[in-house]
């Protein structure tokens, strides 16, 4: 396998859409809301008016690339931690891990890390130049969250606490952080789309270690898969998939957010397959196909959402 190919299988490109997607939502949301015209933003012929609300295209660029570096990264500490603890085995039914597997070396993989991590670090600098401090919290906050995730001497991801995690950083702070950095300001609907997003992204972490449960329960890896059982992480993954679009269908028909997020709700029947796919499979393609799909899934919701925002 070639160098290239193994740093690719390192990022695992079909989970960056996890960094993607509250990006997407925050832009959206700044788009439909009022800010003052600026360099930086989409006016019209007056002056004083910016047909993007508070859209700015810089913050929005820095943090996408901010916030797929910081995924790059914690996915290859992931793989570098696993791989030392023992829990990426041959018996695992996933992608295949390239410490564990030997395409490349440990110390190649953290300068990789480091790599990335200063990519972050500029798109960071440069959105607290814009937005402030605020970005520099969230950003020294994940990155503790990120190295205390599966390093360390007690790393709360073999723990059951992995799930919360996911929730917290990649959902809310994401969301309402990528809507922050335009205007410095988090409205309500930000933290409230943050709900449905933070979920499905947490079911991206779920369908992985009900895939793993088996290898990872060997391995003394305690997920909250681990913990709960089999039947009862399949429960979590559909309340978490479902609880995603009452929760959209809720703050949509109540206003509470843009009225077109309701847009996501179209969505709904692409979770089908995948929720029965969780239930009726133990090992194997199939789960690799779920959790491939349930990316996808939090992919089509995410654009849907953004769409549904800017639109008001």
């Known amino acids: 396998m070639s160098t290239a190919r193994s740093w690719w299988i390192a990022a695992r490109p079909h989970t960056l859409w996890a960094a993607v997607v509250p990006v997407l939502v925050g832009g959206g949301l700044a788009w439909s809301d009022e800010g003052p015209c600026s360099p930086n933003a ?4 007056d002056a ?43 018996d695992r039914i996933g992608p295949t891990r390239v410490v564990a597997s030997g395409l490349l070396p440990e110390r190649t ?11 972050a670090l500029a798109a960071g600098v440069y959105l607290i130049a814009i937005a402030g401090w605020v970005v520099a919290a969230i950003g020294i906050a994940s990155l503790v969250a990120m190295l205390g995730y ?4 007690k790393p ?19 969301t309402v952080g990528a809507r922050y950095v335009h205007d410095m300001t988090a409205p309500v609907d930000a933290w409230l789309l943050a709900i449905p997003v933070g979920f499905l992204v947490t079911a991206i972490l779920v369908a992985n270690n009900v895939r793993d449960i088996d290898t990872d329960e060997a391995a003394g890896k305690n997920t909250l898969a681990v913990y709960l059982g089999r039947e009862r992480t399949q429960a979590l993954f559909a309340a978490l998939i479902w609880g995603a679009f009452t929760s959209i269908l809720v703050f949509g028909v109540f206003r509470w957010t843009p009225r077109w997020t309701l847009l996501a709700l179209l969505a709904a029947p692409v979770a089908l397959p995948i929720v029965r796919i969780i239930y009726q499979e133990t090992q194997g393609p199939p789960l690799i196909r779920a959790l491939k799909g349930v990316a996808r899934l939090q992919l089509l919701v995410g654009v849907l959402l953004a769409v549904g925002s800017a639109l008001g």
Not at 64 to 73: F, M, N, S
Not at 150 to 153: A, K
Not at 156 to 174: D, H, P, Q, R, T
């Open 42 to 45: 989409w006016c019209g012929f």
């Open 48 to 90: 004083g008016t910016n047909i993007a609300g508070a859209f700015h295209w810089d913050a929005f660029l820095a943090a996408l690339i901010g916030a797929v570096a910081i995924q790059v990264a914690a996915n290859f500490v992931n793989d570098i931690f696993d791989a030392g603890k023992g829990a990426d085995t041959e």
């Open 109 to 119: 993989v953290w300068a990789g890390t480091f790599v990335v991590l200063t990519v």
């Open 150 to 153: 599966v390093g360390g001497p």
């Open 156 to 174: 709360y991801g073999y723990f059951g606490l992995g799930e919360a995690f996911v929730f917290v950083f990649f959902g809310v702070v994401a």
